[in-house]
């Protein structure tokens, strides 16, 4: 059975940096599209970014919320999916989901738990 | 590509059935639509996906039916476990992928 378990959240300052991972078992990490999405207080989903398998030929994708500020990246012998997020904003305050892939129609099915993003001074 | 969802809340009985809608404005392949549950505090669920297809463990009561711009949900009866959020999620090739707003199904 397919589990993701993050980690990596907690308090940060404006301007701070928090790297996030997903522990995934049931399933290699390197041969699906990996997602992380997040969801403010009180708000609803928003896709982040997505990490393509390794025989896809694509890299990765980013929401223009977070391009250039977020890199999304795995780690095959830990089956580990990574978000190093970098230039924290107060509105990246949220709960951050990894989220598999599915293959059929790009839908995400299976999710984490959540991990809890706090971005204040 | 924007996903609208109606109505934002729907107050329902349990035994009820519910019809949830999710407008896109622009074509959407069914092949790339899809509805989650969220109830408070935990993540979210698939539910349904490529428009109609249930996902695994899914109960019958859930279906889904749509094409194009318009898509919607039905819970057949609602039974208690089945009060929360619901969302509607695009994927296509440039914007890459959506989440509409959520509807809220909370007991009348």
């Known amino acids: 059975e397919a589990q993701l378990v993050e980690s990596g959240g907690g308090l940060v300052q404006p301007g701070g940096s928090l790297r996030l991972s997903c522990v995934v078992s049931g399933f290699t990490v390197s041969n699906n599209y990996m997602s992380w999405v997040r969801q403010a207080p009180g708000k609803g989903l928003e896709w982040v970014s997505v990490?393509?398998?390794?025989?896809?030929?694509?890299?990765?994708d980013y929401a223009d919320s977070v391009k250039g500020r977020f890199t999304i990246s795995r780690d095959n012998p830990r089956n580990t999916v990574y978000l190093q997020m970098n230039s924290l904003r107060v509105e990246d305050t949220a709960v951050y989901y990894c989220a598999n892939i599915g293959s059929r129609g790009m839908d995400f099915d299976f999710w984490g738990q959540g991990t809890v993003v706090t971005v204040s001074s | 590509i924007v996903l609208t969802q109606s109505p934002g809340t729907l107050s329902l009985s349990p035994g009820e059935g519910a019809t949830l809608s999710c407008r896109a404005s622009q074509s959407v392949s069914s092949t790339y639509l899809a509805w989650y549950q969220q109830k408070p505090g935990q993540a979210p669920r698939l539910l349904i996906y490529g428009a109609s297809s249930r996902a695994a463990g899914i109960p019958d009561r859930f279906s889904g039916s749509g094409s194009g711009t318009d898509f919607t949900l039905t819970i057949s009866r609602l039974e208690p476990e089945d009060f929360a959020v619901y969302y509607c999620?695009?994927?296509?090739?440039?914007?890459?992928?959506?989440f509409g707003p959520g509807t809220k199904v909370d007991i009348k």
């Open positions: 990490i393509y398998s390794a025989q896809s030929g694509r890299s990765t």
């Open positions: 999620q695009r994927y296509d090739g440039s914007s890459l992928f959506t």
